[in-house]
């Protein structure tokens, strides 16, 4: 429920000083700014500004820290656009399309659209924050294992839909993804798969994984040609075609709208957030489109989708966050550290007590939305200019910089070492014609779905029908049977009518 004399407070906390919109600028560049460098992202960026804000107030340290959080939501996508290199998890199924449309020619179009989902996304997810942070707060302390379990699975049904008519392949490369997430210490305690390198005790550091899977193959797919996009003039930057997609953005307005409300719910799951949320929205652009077969190919659906999705888990998440004090991510944790710094705490008594605090922080982040949108258009047409550069030149300064990435990450060789091994393993599969989306999408989940099964089935004593009595559960299964359904149930009554227009009429002999 809206509490107006809290909303009244919230406002003139943020009309009686300047000093928390000084603060945004800054914030929204240094997550542009590390979005855009694969390896690096929010969490890294959040660390680094971190004990700067032991300067500032409360409200203003969490106002640049967000603005840095949703600069980078967009961030990331202009590497995932550009060269195929996601700048996060949460920009894996903004590659599917946005880099086929960048080698078309069209990325001012792709980044238009991204900017723009992301922007939208971003603002209607602190919007539904701010009516529902209560709601929102009260319903993630209701999900248990059953229910974390088959989000997960939610999830791992991407795997069959996202190769299109080899499903076999598909599953073989979730499968094998779901093995290499298991590496390392077990939810039971026991350690697999770790050939006796305590690097990897705590798992396959994901995102070097990530980026050699997704990177290596297309970095060496460019190697044979001059640049990334071979026509001379569909490599100018034109800012009016940035413009011109940032329009065709709001002729999807269903999928803008399912993508943002897919990642408030998700992202307000603990430990999910826009790396499981995004793949999601993009599966479910793609199941229920007209031509499926159309995304992967370039198909800008798919960037609106994905992006929409991506952003709006922010909002998500820091209904958790504030909520219940509980981090959803590194950045989130990062955020958390922020409140202990100036000794505050984060849950339900933090919501009940500083109600202004939280509605001030929320009407923040939807101001950041038209800076994104100002910002991010002049990132963006600079951003542009990575195509004009030779691929003999930009390989090699975009492993440098995933090298040292990796490192950074990790802080030993470990980074470096996965980043190699996955880039061998990354080109193998695409030369192979294995789905490397459908592996990482086993590798982001591996070791949630082991964990939640196994607390499912001490809870369930391994009855199946334990789900009747868990009335949220049974409704998140449901809908997972009905999105493994519908697109058949729609093939089948699409085939229909054309099976009898084509029924030969037969004549009579007589």
Known sequence: MIDLTATAAALGLLTGSWEPWLVVIPGMCIGLLFGALPGLGASA?????????????????????????????????IPAIMINLPGSTGAVATTFDGFPMAKAGKHNEALGLGLAASAFAEGMGYILLYFLVGFIADAVLELGPPEMFIIALWGLVLIASLRGKSINRGLIAGIFGLLLGTIGFSARGNVRGTMGFDVLLDGVPLVPALMGLFASAELFNLMRSDFIVADAEARKVNLKKILSGIGQTFRYPVLLIRGSLIGVVIGAVPGVGSSVSNLLAYSEARRTSDDPESFGKGNPKGVVAAEAAN????????????????????????????????????????????????????FANFAQVFALVVFGIGFTYVASSLVKIPVRMLVPMIMALSVLGSYALTGNMAGPVTYFVFA???????????????????????????????????????DPAFILERPIALVFFLLLVLSIAWPFVVRRWRARPRLEIAAPAVDDPK
């Open 424 to 462: 061998v393993l990354g080109w193998f599969m695409v030369r192979y014609d294995y789905p490397v989306a459908a592996t990482v999408i086993g590798l982001l989940l591996g070791k949630m779905v082991e964990g939640e099964m196994l607390r499912t089935y001490q809870m369930s004593g391994g």
């Open 311 to 362: 952003s709006s888990s922010e909002a998500g998440a820091m209904a958790t966050l504030l909520s219940l004090g509980i981090p959803g991510s590194a950045s989130g944790a990062v955020m958390l550290a922020a409140f202990a710094m100036h000794n505050i705490t984060g849950g339900p008594r933090f919501i009940a007590d500083h109600t202004e605090l939280v509605y001030a922080i929320i």
């Open 45 to 77: 960026a959040l660390a680094l500004v971190l004990p700067f804000t032991l300067y500032m107030d409360f409200l203003s340290a969490i106002i640049f820290m967000t603005a840095i959080y949703t600069g980078n939501g967009f961030g990331c996508a």
